[in-house]
């Protein structure tokens, strides 16, 4: 491990501050843009040159913002928090940090009106709610922040989100009553059984309709008190969520919870006793190959279908399916925005996928799938493209672009590539979804107009006209044209959940097709067929939280409208009203005092994330004082880490490192200085502590890769000194390798690494695919004072491959060879012991392992040559116990797999050796606070009984059950 602990402390310590990192999370980085900084009387905005005249707006609605929030917290924010503001990903969304005092990352591109109901603009949305988070951690906050986190329990995530949303929104259809409904129903509130797709969303509602009860029964002030109280824990003064809410309230959170679980109950059941359900639509239903439909499309000639979802949660892959019943071929997959869209000709079809923009941005582009699957083929790159429909003439294809924020309809020329602006608005509109009338001479689309309404308006190509077909009062959405073309059938959320309508083109009158207590929405209209005149309608009905099916139900269908009746005290708590919101409801236009932009200097935005002392004694080098510190810069310019261990006893054994790494468009460029310790290699009857003291400067880039795929290049250049310590007289240590030398190394390495895994709720155990190539060459030359010269290569593959059901079998092989002379420590070849082996998001696998090392389980002596052969086979079922084991509410055992094994290994040059065992394995996956480790317990047996080392044996490891 020794020889990776310079890029340990590079990528490995450091990732955990670049998760507080802003926009380059998601891609849209600083590299190649300027950015800017306006001050106001509470804030800083932070932004690039291209957002000046957005960032004058978000100034004023987070002073205005600010105004209520602080009237209603009974307290100013204190500093000047930071907003960062970003466009470069299509992603609507906004983050809070808890921090020194607070910042917020926003991402102001905002279409996505799917995604929310009512008229709010999407910056008088994002904006107040991420300043109630600042808010609220600031309320919160004792200090040392750490060992508040540490102590007590200050922000749950349930409480966090649901009182942003109480005290800056309103309750409506998607920010709880939908998920909220359906939940109850099912009688399933849990939104960490990882079984439903909306469970991020059940969080939300579950949070935003406790704070709201609550605040219904016992009026604002209790929610105020309950963030102001404090316990003492080892006398320090902390906040803690249940504490504090036993104190305020009188009652624990467990028995508030009852106590709410049971009104909800009434709420919804009453509801459901007075509207329709699933079995009252009479439908066939289709069998389709996803559990959550995001779109489906019929064929031109309704023989196939075209399906966009997720297979089930065990199985999250977004996926585009086309075919029959029993009869489905994948022909995409990623993340895939619907609708989608059949060419007329029925052979093509047409959607939209997130993916790398041209300036490093997650961008929506328009992509073309053939219908067998073959052929896939981009058409837009970096456009911000999506909802293709095909004109009836086949060649053109209509889309929805966003360009400084706003919708706008565009043309594209699929036989010239010529793009032609359609219709544009000088309002601030948003489009969800367009389709073109099947006599390709109207195209018609859902609008919301920002702070006014939301509608179906139906736009005349030659014409150049808009005619506005619903009344704008409810959130009409995804309109479906009847085969002749005269209705049109949509989705309304006037329910509180989607249900389903039709409107009249010529007379706009609009008429109830389903009346569902957990929704229904419309997908499709079929021609007409025998026993329906009028055609059928393609409805994705919501059965649970747990799925959808999709039914076909006659367009003549009607329901009665009629209103639900529910006791007064069972709803009122839905219409309370924080002041917060009443007064965000007038959120002033006008220009604020603001200063003028001024270039932005990361350095000076330099942010502390944590910093612990703490002391030590470790027997070879003694006491003392030992800690790290970390700082980050929001958007990734700067991140530096710092740590060490003095000594007091023994100064010559203190030991420390510092690390500094950026992150640009172009990739991640970083250094470390360092002399530290580091365990080397495991001779007979000890292990080797080698002082390393030297620096390291790497580069790693990512490549557009893709969907479920990466691909990296990473480089780096390494001087270090290497001198054994330990055992004092390390000359003395017993093994098949010579003594351990000391030796100065100027490395140079270059290493690629591609694969492939889709994702699977038990990947950590047993995946059900993946693949991956890894190149790596390092080269040691002797200049600057090095004394070593020698080459490595190192080429490893793997792959997983399907048997029967969901039984696996895992094939892995490695090739490395070396030239030139190293250290004798620095052996190349297998190991006697396994060495510890995680896969940790953007972190480097072989930080927590050496590199040059397998092992042949059931041999427990090392072999050392200049060329190594090794492989490695294993049968993998699943057997899916979930131990449901849990200690000290950080450390829990879950689900578990059997493997069958087989082992290779040839070494040549040195201590020639041929092995192979086989055996069997129990691996399982270890959760340790938010990480997921994979251990296993395994029995060995050695087919080469002869070789030195060779035994039965009975081991425990913890490595990932991929090689990388």
Request: contains cysteine; glycine residues 10%; positive net charge.
């Amino acid at each position: 491990m020794g020889r990776c602990i310079s890029m340990g402390l590079l990528f490995g310590l450091l990732v955990g501050g670049a998760q507080a990192q802003c926009f380059d999370l998601l891609g849209g980085g600083p590299g190649g843009r300027r950015w800017y900084v306006i001050e106001t009387p509470h804030f800083r905005l932070v932004y690039p040159a291209s957002l000046d005249t957005l960032a004058t707006q978000v100034a004023a609605v987070a002073e205005a913002s600010h105004a209520a929030l602080a009237a209603w917290f009974g307290r100013a924010l204190q500093g000047k928090p930071r907003l960062y503001l970003s466009d470069a990903d299509d992603i609507a969304n906004g983050l809070a940090v808890p921090l020194g005092d607070g910042y917020s990352c926003i991402w102001l591109y905002g279409n996505e009106p799917e995604a929310w109901t009512g008229t709010t603009p999407w910056l008088k949305r994002v904006v107040p709610h991420e300043l109630a988070h600042l808010f609220h951690y600031q309320a919160v906050r004792s200090q040392p922040a750490w060992l508040n986190l540490l102590l007590g329990r200050p922000l749950p995530r349930f409480w966090t989100e649901g009182l942003a949303q109480y005290t800056t929104e309103s309750w409506d259809a998607q920010r709880g009553e939908r998920w909220l409904r359906i939940a109850v129903l099912d009688d399933a509130l849990s939104y960490e059984d990882g079984r439903s797709r909306w469970n991020g969303r059940l969080l939300y509602a579950v949070g935003h309709a406790q704070t709201r009860w609550l605040a219904w029964q016992q009026g604002d002030t209790t929610l105020r008190r309950i963030l102001a109280h404090r316990v003492r824990r080892l006398g320090v003064p902390v906040h803690d969520f249940y504490a504090a809410f036993r104190a305020v309230t009188g009652t624990s959170y467990h028995t508030f919870y009852e106590r709410w679980r049971r009104h909800v109950n009434v709420l919804y059941n009453t509801m459901a006793g007075q509207m329709e359900t699933p079995d009252s639509l009479r439908g066939d239903t289709l069998a389709v190959p996803v559990a959550y439909v995001d779109d489906l499309a019929p064929s031109p000639d309704t023989t196939r279908w075209a399906v966009l979802g997720l297979p089930s949660m065990t199985r999250p892959v977004r996926t585009l399916y086309v075919g029959r019943p029993g009869r489905w071929r994948t022909v995409a997959e990623g993340d895939i925005r619907p609708p989608v869209a059949w060419s007329p000709d029925g052979r093509w079809v047409a959607f939209a996928r997130r993916a790398r923009g041209p300036t490093g941005g997650l961008v929506y582009d328009l992509w073309l799938a053939s219908a067998d699957g073959r052929v896939q083929r981009r058409l837009t790159r970096g456009r911000r493209a999506f909802s293709p429909t095909f004109a009836p003439d086949g060649r053109r294809l209509a889309f929805i672009t966003v360009s400084k924020g706003y919708a706008r309809l565009e043309m594209l020329d699929l036989q010239t590539g010529t793009l032609q602006l359609l219709w544009t608005s000088r309002a601030p509109v948003h489009i969800g979804m367009v389709r073109w009338s099947p006599d390709g001479q109207a195209l018609v689309f859902d609008r919301f107009v920002e702070g006014v309404r939301r509608d179906l308006v139906l736009w005349r190509v030659e014409e150049d006209s808009l005619i506005v077909l619903t009344s704008g009062r409810y959130d009409d959405r995804a309109p479906v044209w009847s085969p002749d073309g005269q209705r049109l059938a949509f989705t309304s959320l006037r329910d509180g959940v989607p249900n389903v309508f039709v409107v009249d083109r010529a007379t706009r009158r609009v008429a109830r097709v389903t009346r569902l207590v957990a929704g229904a929405r419309v997908l499709a209209w079929l021609p007409p067929a025998p026993g329906f005149p009028e055609g059928r309608l393609v409805v994705a009905v919501t059965l649970s939280k747990y799925g959808e099916s999709v039914r076909l139900i006659d367009a003549r269908r009607r329901a009665i409208e009629r209103k639900v009746v529910v006791p007064e005290p069972y709803q009122a708590w839905r219409r309370q009203v924080a002041r917060p919101r009443r007064m965000l409801d007038s959120l002033p236009t006008s220009p604020i005092l603001m200063s003028a932009p001024k270039p932005y200097r990361p350095w000076a935005n330099l942010t502390h994330v944590a910093s612990l002392a703490v002391p030590y004694y470790l027997k070879p080098f003694g006491g003392g004082i030992g800690g790290f510190t970390l700082w980050l810069e929001p958007l990734g310019y700067h991140t530096i880490a710092a740590g060490g261990m003095l000594s007091l006893t023994r100064l010559r054994y203190s030991w420390g490192w510092i690390s500094y790494l950026t992150r640009r468009f172009w990739g991640m460029v970083g250094g470390t200085l360092f002399r530290w310790i580091s365990p080397s290699v495991r001779y007979d009857h000890a292990t080797l502590i080698e002082a390393q003291t030297g620096g390291v400067l790497g580069i790693v880039r990512n490549l557009p890769a893709p969907p479920y795929g990466r691909r990296r290049l990473s480089a780096y250049l390494r001087y270090w000194d290497r001198r054994p310590v330990w055992p004092r007289h390390p000359e003395r240590l017993q093994g098949p390798l010579p003594p351990p030398e000391t030796g100065r190394q100027l490395d140079v390495v270059f290493k690629v690494r591609l694969w492939h895994r889709r994702p699977y709720r038990y990947h950590a155990v047993h995946p059900l695919d993946g693949a991956g190539v890894r190149f790596r060459i390092l080269g040691s030359v002797p200049v600057l004072g090095a004394t070593l010269r020698f080459v490595r290569l190192d080429v490893a593959a793997y792959r997983i491959w399907p048997v029967i059901g969901s039984h696996r079998l895992l094939t892995y092989g490695r090739v490395q060879a070396q030239r030139g002379h190293s250290l004798p420590q620095d052996y190349l070849g297998l190991a006697r012991s396994d060495a510890l082996h995680l896969l940790l998001p953007d972190v480097e696998p072989e930080i927590f392992a050496p590199s040059l090392r397998e092992r042949v389980r059931g041999y427990r002596r090392l072999a050392a040559g200049r060329l190594v052969l090794f492989g490695s086979v294993e049968y993998r079922l699943p057997l899916h116990w979930d131990l449901q084991t849990e200690l000290l509410g950080l450390l829990r055992l879950g689900t578990t797999a059997l493997a069958v094994f087989a082992d290779g290994a040839v070494v040549r040059g040195g201590m020639d050796t041929d092995r192979l065992g086989v055996g069997v394995e129990m691996k399982s996956d270890l959760h340790l606070g938010p990480f997921v480790l994979t251990h296993a317990l395994g029995w060995a047996y050695p087919l080469s009984p002869d070789e030195p080392g060779a035994r039965r044996e009975l081991y425990y490891r913890i490595r990932a059950t991929v090689p990388f």
